[in-house]
Structures are given as structure tokens and as C-alpha cells.
């Protein structure tokens, strides 16, 4: 063997010890970043919760104003969802599917709740419909009721999760194109027979990686909620709202047990997202292949 030959097998060789270590350190500076900022905290939350045992720590998730901040999280998630499930496949059936005047503006107001404070957004709501909004008095007259009431936090919800579904949903259909739809109507398929039979086939594990993300966005959501509710107690208080009070109060072991149940919630979304998302790549993938 040359001497050229054994001297490009040992850097190759070294290179490849180089790779490894590197590897070996990034894996490692990952892992450690992993559990300062992640599971350390989600440890201290749980435990903090646990303290005192778990007799309040169930005292303090069975409490009625906690009860009635579970609820009201529950009930913002349920009307905003469907809200933006449906706004989110229009707005990427429009896009994906049909050239038009304003799609890219269209497009961009889809990000905007990405670029806009949350709290910008609440403020918004405040001078549009708060007693001395621009609808104010209108709303006073007829005894409407947006602002520190429940319809002020769904909308708040709706604006902060607007974008989920349909960022999700517009690739998606933009990458599988309009071929099947197209052959669907050449067979004489109307409208909704497509959509149902060909359409959300093809889009719905995009879609339920979208309900996924926009259901944590939403449980989640405090700037924009904290300036529309009030804060009023057990009546316009979500979840992340009612640990903030807790823990103001300096109830701590109630206001980590709270955050507990939050993060029970969330651990259960995020199993959710790893689900949709498996079954995404693995969709992605095949239609690659193909």
C-alpha cells in the first residue's frame, strides 16, 4: 500500500473520530439545555404541587374558582377550534387551489397573529368593544357584554390561533395539487362529494396535526386573555389566568398544583402532536415516493 494511500485512509479516519466526537458533544450540550430549561422546571412545578402532600394538592385542583377556570379554558377551546378548523381549510382551499387578486395579502394576515403581541391583540379588543371603544356605547345600549365577559376571551382565543390549521393545511395541499380533484369532477363528483371523498382524505392528518397545536395554543393563551377578562374571579379566569392570581397570593402549592393539571394537559396534547406528526411525515414520505 502507498504511502499517499495510508495517508488518505488515516485522515479519513481522523475525520471520522473528529465527526464522532463532535456528535458525541452536540448530543450531550442538547440533552443538558433539554433538562435545564425543560424538565427541570416541569420537575419543580410537580413537586412544588406535591409539597404538601396530595390531599391539597387535589384541594387546591377541586377548588370551585379553579373548577370554574378549567371550564371556562374548556369552553374558549371549544368554540375557537371549530371556529378555525373551518376558517383555516377555506383559507388554504383558496389558496392551494385557485389563483386570485390579494393572495398574497391574504397569506400574509394569515401570520399575522405570529408578529402581533398577544397583549397588542387584547388592547385591540379593549378599544373596539370596551365601554369606551368604538362599539362601546352601541354594546351598552343593547346590554352586549364583549369585554371582561367570556366573548372577549374566545375572541382573544380565535386571534391568537388563527394561523394553526391553515399554515398547516396550505403546503400540504399546495404540494398534493389539484389532479385528484380534477379527476373527481371529470367523474362527475359535485363540490362536497370531492371534499369529503377526496380532499380530506388526503389532508386530515395535517389537520389534526393543526387541531393539535391550535388546542395547546389556546389552553395555554394569557397576554391577550389577561387584558379582555378582567380577572374576575371564578367568573372570567382561564386556567394559566387563576395560577397567576395563586401564586400573586403567595398560595404557592395551589398554584403549582393548578399548573400541574396544565401541564397534564399539555403533556397529553403534546402525545397527540408526536402521533399527527408521525403520521404526517409518513404521508409526506409516501407521497414522495410516489
Known sequence: MSTATLTAASSANAARRGNAIARRVLISLAWLVFG??????????VSEGLKMGL??????????????????????????LPLNVLFGV?????????????????????????SVSPVIAGLIY?????????????????DIQIVFAVPGIVLATIF???PFVARELIPLMQEQGTQEEEAARL????????????????????????????????MGEFGAVSVVSGHIRGVTNT??????????????????????????????????????????ARLRHSGAEE
Not at 108 to 113: A, F, G, K, M
Request: include cysteine; aromatic fraction near 14%; charged fraction near 10%.
Open 90 to 114: 377555506c383559507a388554504a382551499w383558496c389558496v392551494s387551489k385557485y389563483e386570485f387578486r390579494g393572495k398574497s395579502i391574504l397569506v400574509t394576515l394569515i401570520d399575522l397573529p405570529f
Open 160 to 162: 391568537v390561533t388563527v
Open 187 to 218: 367523474l362527475g363528483a359535485n363540490g362536497w362529494q370531492m371534499f369529503w371523498h377526496v380532499t380530506v382524505p388526503n389532508i386530515k392528518w395535517g389537520l389534526i396535526y393543526g387541531v393539535v397545536l391550535c388546542t395547546a395554543r389556546a
Open 239 to 280: 386556567l394559566p389566568l387563576h395560577v397567576e392570581i395563586l401564586y400573586n397570593e403567595y398560595n404557592h402549592v395551589a398554584a403549582f398544583s393548578v399548573a400541574s393539571l396544565l401541564l397534564i394537559l399539555a403533556l397529553f396534547i403534546l402525545l397527540l402532536k408526536q402521533w399527527s406528526e408521525a403520521r404526517l
Open 36 to 45: 435545564l430549561f425543560l424538565l427541570l422546571p416541569l420537575f419543580v412545578v
Open 55 to 80: 390531599g391539597p394538592f387535589f384541594t387546591a385542583i377541586f377548588e370551585p374558582d379553579a373548577l370554574s377556570a378549567l371550564k371556562l379554558t374548556l369552553i374558549a377551546v371549544a368554540i375557537s
Open 126 to 142: 379593549v378599544l373596539l368593544f370596551g365601554a369606551q371603544g368604538y362599539f362601546g356605547s352601541w354594546l351598552q345600549d343593547h
